[in-house]
């Protein structure tokens, strides 16, 4: 009997327009692994950051967003450990009526107790759509190569781009508009965060220029996709090792840990490495007066930002933070649909 079976709860419907666009699909996210920004065009780029906004305006009116008809499933699949991924992450999926299942690093074993591909099948038989944050980029392609649901990169060795997704829209708040009248300098060490910034300030057109030192730069397959899409959209990309001359005249400065996971125990001889790229208030005279700083977290107060800067600018580095919730339900809505 139809009255004796459980229905879903009411739900809020989504906002028409908004709806509407998801559900069309226009620059072709559904279903789509997030596993590089390699793999993005700028036009899925700017589709992402544009639902972000409006999804964002719909939370702070508290109009009724957008929610699943019946509960959605994440799997959050972690080697590494996590704040803002984590908690944005299964945030976003209380948001969205979904429900988000934290496999902690040392649940699973991943490629120990059980090969990558066992894992990739048997998890997405259950969940709508896996992220997963691994050490070995090539652990979050395996994944994707043989998970039925689609997998995002949720940090990997090699790049970070859920984290762009929040770094860009962040940048268009405090600047408006994004194109080439931007520069975002980034200081420190060439690494997964880079990575990810390097493609996502070429695709969106905005000028990026990173100092590191000598031996710890960007990857330089990132750093040619930069200057490949740069030289179409207008961007202009360069890799140097001065700080002051990468900050010079800059909107926003960036700065990232000079010791990611995983290498912990490098973090002295690092320290002795990156001093003169730490983000103190020397460095950001160098930039416009108004440049705003930012930090994907989490940060080492007096390692690679000081502890001046850091609360100098702590609005523009938590207003980040705050974007993963936002980019993160775009990304969600827009490759598992509605
Ligand atoms: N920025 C970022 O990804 O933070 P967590 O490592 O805390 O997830
Ligand atoms: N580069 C840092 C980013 C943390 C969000 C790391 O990989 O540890």
Redesign the pocket.
């Known amino acids: 009997m139809i009255g004796d079976i459980p229905q879903p709860s009411p739900h809020p419907m989504p906002v028409g327009p908004l709806v509407d666009r998801i559900t069309q699909d226009p620059t072709g996210w559904r279903r789509k692994s997030l596993i590089s920004l390699f793999d993005v065009s700028a036009e899925q780029f700017r589709e992402a950051l544009e639902i972000a906004a409006r999804i964002k305006a719909f939370d702070q009116k508290r109009t009724p967003g957008i929610a699943w008809i019946y509960p959605r499933t994440l799997g959050l699949l972690f080697e590494?450990?996590?704040?803002?991924?984590?908690?944005?992450f299964e945030a976003s999926m209380v948001h969205l009526r979904g429900h988000a299942i934290y496999l902690a690093p040392g649940d699973v074993g991943l490629g120990v107790r059980e090969a990558v591909e066992d894992v990739a099948r048997v998890l997405s038989r259950w969940v709508d759509v896996i992220a997963a944050?691994v050490f070995a980029h090539e652990t979050v392609e395996e994944l994707a190569a043989h998970s039925s649901s689609p997998v995002i990169n949720?940090?990997s060795d090699r790049e970070?781009p859920?984290?762009a997704f929040a770094d860009l829209l962040t940048l268009q708040e405090y600047r408006g508009a994004l194109g080439n009248h931007l520069k975002l300098s980034y200081v420190g060490d060439g690494n997964n965060?880079l990575h990810a910034l390097l493609l996502a300030c070429a695709k969106m057109g905005v000028n990026i220029s990173a100092a590191c030192p000598e031996g710890h730069g960007p990857d330089p397959a990132y750093v040619q996709e930069a200057l490949r899409i740069g030289a179409t959209t207008g961007a202009q990309v360069e890799v140097l090792h001065d700080p002051r001359v990468a900050v010079r005249d800059a909107d926003a400065v960036y700065t990232d840990v000079w010791a990611s996971?995983g290498q912990e125990h490098e973090r002295a001889e690092r320290a002795r490495i990156f001093a003169p790229y730490q983000v103190n208030s020397e460095l950001m005279a160098f930039a416009r007066s108004d440049a705003i700083v930012l930090h994907?977290?989490?940060a080492h107060r007096d390692e690679e930002i000081s502890a001046e800067i850091m609360e100098q600018h702590r609005a523009s580095i938590l207003d980040q933070?705050e974007n993963?919730l936002h980019t993160q339900k775009a990304l969600l809505v827009l490759i598992v649909g509605l």
């Open positions: 590494k450990p996590s704040l803002r991924t984590r908690v944005s944050r949720a940090l970070h859920i984290q965060v996971m994907c977290l989490p933070a993963r």
